[in-house]
C-alpha cells in the first residue's frame, strides 16, 4: 500500500472503533436469531446455544495473548490481521450448512475478536496522552452505547426480512473497510523490546477463563449442578489460581497481575467489570422481559431498547466536556451508578399495563447514567501507568470487562430460571413478571456494589487526564502533528 499521512488520533479511532463495534454488536445481533437459526439448521435450542458459547469461549482464550502479539509482531499488523480474521469468520458464519460448521466459525470469530478489542485499545490510548483521555473514551462511546442497542433492532429486520444469515453478513462491509483505511493510514506501534513468549501464563490463563467462561454461560442452560458445569467452574477456577502464581514469579508474564498495586487501576477495572455485569446483564434481560412478558416482536423489541444508546451518547457529551473536567471520575461514576440503580428499580415495577414509551424514557436514563460510569473508567484507568505498560493493562482490563458481562448474563438468566418465568393461571401457561422484576432487583445490587467501589478511586491519581476546558485546547494544539503511516 502507498504511504499516506494522516493524524495517527484520527487513523487509531477509525479503525478501532469500527472494529469494536463489530465485536460488541455481535453478542446482541445473534441472540436474536437463535430461535431461527434452530429451526433452519434443524437444531434444538441448547444445541444452538453452542455457537454463544464457541465465541465467548474462544474470545477469553485469546485475550491473554493479545499483549505480547502487539508488541511482538507490532500493534498495526496484529490489529488489522485480527480484524481480517473476524470478518472472514463472519462470512463463513454466514455461509455455514450445519450446526457443527457455524461452532466451528464461531471460535474462529473469537479468536479475531479476542485480538482485536485489547490491541485496539492499548494503541487508541498510546496516541492519545493523558490529558486526552477524556476525548478518546468519547469516541468509544459509539461502539459500546450503540453497538449492544442496535444488535437487536438489526437482528429482528434481519430475521424478518432477509435471512438470519445477515446477522454475520453484515460484519463484512464494516470490516473490509476498516482494513482498507487501516492499511493505508495506520502506522505501526511497537515497543523497544519484547521478552519471551510466556507459555506457562498464556495455558493458565486461556484455559482458566475459557472454562470458567463455559462454566458460567452454560450453568443457567442445563443447571449448575450439571457435572461439565461444575468441573469446568472447578477446574478454571484452579488454572486461574495457579496462573496467579506463575505470573507473580515470571518476570514478562502474559497477564501482569502487578498492575493491580497501583490503585487507580485496581479500582477503575474493578467499576468497570461490576458495572459490565449489571449493565449487559440488564441489556439481555430486557430484551427477554420484552418478548416473553410483554410480547413484543425482536423488532420491537429492539426499537424499546435503542433508547438506551441515545441516552449513553448525550450524556457522554455532558460527562466529556463539563463534568468530567469540573469533578473528575470518582463522583461521577458514583452518581451513575446510583442512576443506573434507581432506573433498574423502577423497570422492577413495569407490568403489562405501563405506558410504553414511559418505559423507553426509563431505558434511555439507563444509558445516560452509564454514560458517567463507561467515559470516566476509561479515561482514568491507565492515567498512573507507564506508558509501556498500556498493552499490558489493556489485556487485563479488557479481559475484566468480558468476564463480567458473562457472569451478569449468567446470574440474571439463573435468578428468572429459579423463579420460573412461566407460571400457570387457569390452565395457561403466562409470564411469571415477578421473576424478571427481581432480576432487575437483582442488577440494581450489583449496580450499587459498583458504586461503592468507585468511592475508592481517587482523582488525585487521575489528575493528569481532568484537564480545565481552557487547557484542553492547548494540549490538543501541542500534540496534534501528523504521522506518516507504515
Same mark, same amino acid.
Given at each position: 500500500m ?5 493524524n ?11 472494529a ?16 431461527t437459526?434452530t ?14 458459547i464457541?465465541? @465467548? =469461549?474462544? /474470545? +477469553?482464550?485469546?485475550? *491473554?495473548? #493479545?499483549?505480547?502479539?502487539? &508488541?511482538?509482531? !507490532? ?21 455455514a450448512?450445519s ?11 473469537g ?5 482485536m ?12 496522552p493523558?490529558?486526552?483521555r477524556?476525548?478518546?473514551?468519547a ?15 438489526l437482528g429482528?429486520?434481519?430475521?424478518t426480512?432477509?435471512s438470519?444469515?445477515w ?8 470490516g473490509?473497510?476498516?482494513v482498507?483505511?487501516? @492499511? =493505508?493510514? /495506520? +502506522?505501526?506501534?511497537? *515497543?523497544? #523490546?519484547?521478552?519471551?513468549? &510466556?507459555?506457562? !501464563? ?8 475459557g ?9 443457567p ?18 488454572l486461574l ?5 506463575v505470573?507473580?514469579r ?6 501482569d497481575?502487578?498492575l493491580y498495586?497501583d490503585?487507580?487501576f ?6 468497570m ?15 427477554l422481559?420484552?418478548q416473553?412478558?410483554?410480547?413484543m ?5 429492539g ?6 444508546? @441515545? ?8 460527562? #466529556?466536556?463539563i463534568?468530567?473536567?469540573?469533578f !473528575? ?10 442512576v ?7 423497570l ?5 399495563g ?5 418505559v ?5 436514563f439507563?444509558?445516560?447514567g452509564?454514560s458517567g460510569?463507561f ?6 484507568a491507565f492515567a498512573?501507568?507507564?506508558r509501556?505498560?498500556?498493552g499490558?493493562?489493556s489485556?487485563?482490563?479488557?479481559a ?16 428468572i430460571t ?8 387457569a390452565?395457561?401457561?403466562?409470564a ?6 427481581v ?14 467501589a468507585?468511592?475508592?478511586v ?6 493528569s487526564?481532568i ?15 501528523p504521522?506518516?503511516a507504515?
Amino acid at each position: 500500500m502507498p504511504q499516506r499521512t494522516i493524524n495517527q488520533k484520527v487513523a487509531v479511532s477509525v479503525v478501532y472503533v469500527a472494529a469494536m463495534f463489530m465485536a460488541i454488536m455481535d453478542t446482541t445481533i445473534v441472540n436474536v436469531a437463535l430461535p431461527t437459526i434452530t429451526k433452519d439448521l434443524h437444531s434444538s435450542p441448547a444445541s444452538v446455544a453452542a455457537t454463544v458459547i464457541a465465541f @465467548l =469461549v474462544s /474470545l +477469553a482464550v485469546f485475550i *491473554p495473548a #493479545s499483549s505480547w502479539l502487539g &508488541d511482538r509482531l !507490532g500493534a498495526r499488523r496484529v490489529l488489522l490481521g485480527a480484524i481480517v480474521i473476524f470478518t472472514a469468520a463472519s462470512a463463513l458464519c454466514g455461509l455455514a450448512s450445519s450446526l457443527g460448521e457455524l461452532v466451528v466459525f464461531r471460535v474462529l470469530q473469537g479468536v479475531g475478536g479476542g485480538l482485536m478489542t485489547p490491541v485496539g485499545l492499548a494503541m487508541l490510548f498510546r496516541v492519545f496522552p493523558p490529558a486526552e483521555r477524556v476525548k478518546a473514551s468519547a469516541l468509544l462511546i459509539l461502539p459500546t452505547a450503540l453497538a449492544p442497542a442496535l444488535g437487536p433492532v438489526l437482528g429482528g429486520l434481519f430475521v424478518t426480512d432477509l435471512s438470519w444469515r445477515w446477522v454475520f453478513y453484515v460484519n463484512v462491509p464494516i470490516g473490509t473497510v476498516a482494513v482498507i483505511f487501516g @492499511l =493505508v493510514f /495506520l +502506522a505501526e506501534q511497537r *515497543p523497544p #523490546s519484547v521478552g519471551r513468549f &510466556d507459555l506457562p !501464563g498464556f495455558v493458565t490463563s486461556g484455559l482458566g477463563l475459557g472454562l470458567l467462561m463455559y462454566g458460567v454461560s452454560e450453568g443457567p442452560n442445563i443447571g449448575w449442578r450439571t457435572g461439565r458445569v461444575v468441573v469446568s467452574i472447578i477446574v478454571g477456577t484452579v488454572l486461574l489460581l495457579g496462573m496467579v502464581v506463575v505470573e507473580l514469579r515470571t518476570e514478562r508474564p502474559m497477564l501482569d497481575l502487578r498492575l493491580y498495586t497501583d490503585r487507580l487501576f485496581r479500582s477503575t477495572a474493578l467499576v468497570m467489570t461490576l458495572g459490565s455485569t449489571s449493565f449487559l446483564g440488564v441489556l439481555y434481560l430486557l430484551a427477554l422481559f420484552f418478548q416473553e412478558a410483554l410480547h413484543m416482536t425482536a423488532l420491537q423489541a429492539g426499537l424499546s431498547i435503542f433508547p438506551e444508546a @441515545l441516552g449513553v451518547m448525550m450524556g457522554s457529551q455532558l460527562v #466529556s466536556r463539563i463534568l468530567y473536567p469540573s469533578f !473528575g471520575p470518582r463522583r461521577i461514576m458514583a452518581a451513575g451508578l446510583v442512576v443506573v440503580a434507581g432506573v433498574m428499580l423502577l423497570l422492577s415495577q413495569v407490568t403489562t399495563g405501563t405506558d410504553l414509551w414511559l418505559v423507553r424514557v426509563v431505558v434511555f436514563f439507563l444509558g445516560a447514567g452509564m454514560s458517567g460510569v463507561f467515559l470516566p473508567s476509561q479515561a482514568a484507568a491507565f492515567a498512573s501507568l507507564p506508558r509501556e505498560k498500556t498493552g499490558d493493562a489493556s489485556t487485563v482490563f479488557n479481559a475484566q470487562r468480558q468476564l463480567g458481562g458473562a457472569i451478569g448474563v449468567a446470574v440474571l438468566t439463573t435468578v428468572i430460571t429459579t423463579l420460573h418465568p412461566l407460571h400457570l393461571v387457569a390452565g395457561r401457561a403466562v409470564a411469571n413478571l415477578h421473576a424478571y422484576h427481581v432480576g432487575f432487583v437483582v442488577a440494581a445490587g450489583i449496580a450499587l456494589l459498583a458504586g461503592v467501589a468507585a468511592l475508592t478511586v481517587s482523582d488525585a491519581d487521575a489528575a493528569s487526564t481532568i484537564v480545565p476546558r481552557k487547557r484542553k485546547a492547548e494540549a490538543a494544539t501541542s500534540t496534534s502533528e501528523p504521522v506518516a503511516a507504515a
